[in-house]
């Protein structure tokens, strides 16, 4: 796939020309100040433990719910506005994946996310549209492709 002849990667040298405002969806309860940090067990795959944080600039309201359908938690999950503590790059399971470029503004950091507030109004996904996601990953876990570059 050809990358967007405009779009510029966000690495760590450079990530300091996002200014956000930054998000991270999941099922977890977290309050204002706490730390996400990498080395937890992947929202996305059970027994996976994840080198890296990650988080978008786009409201992440489909992680959230996905997160929790996948947790087996009732509700929608969890939206939280999040600072970065330290360099950042362009999330590679995504970037040039099936867009060119990074059109969903995600990032990954080996460094700690600090809780910011948790949103209280966002817009969910359909019941289906979280659906579709959950058998796309299962299809994907079929065929041993759900792997996740972390």
Known sequence: MSEDPHWTPVTFENCHTVVGPFYHGTAAVLQPGDLLVPGFESNYQKGRISNHIYFTSMVASLAAQVAAALAG??????????????????????????????????????????????????????PDAIQRMLDGLEALRAQGRDLIED
Not at 103 to 122: D, F, G, N
Request: glycine share 8%; charged share 25%; aromatic share 10%.
């Open 73 to 126: 938690i009732e509700g929608r999950g969890h939206v939280y506005l999040v600072q970065p503590t330290g360099p950042f790059e362009d999330d590679p399971n995504v970037t040039n994946k099936r867009f060119p470029g990074n059109p969903t503004q995600s990032y990954r950091s080996t460094h700690a996310l600090r809780i910011v507030c948790e949103l209280q109004e966002w817009e969910e996904h359909s």
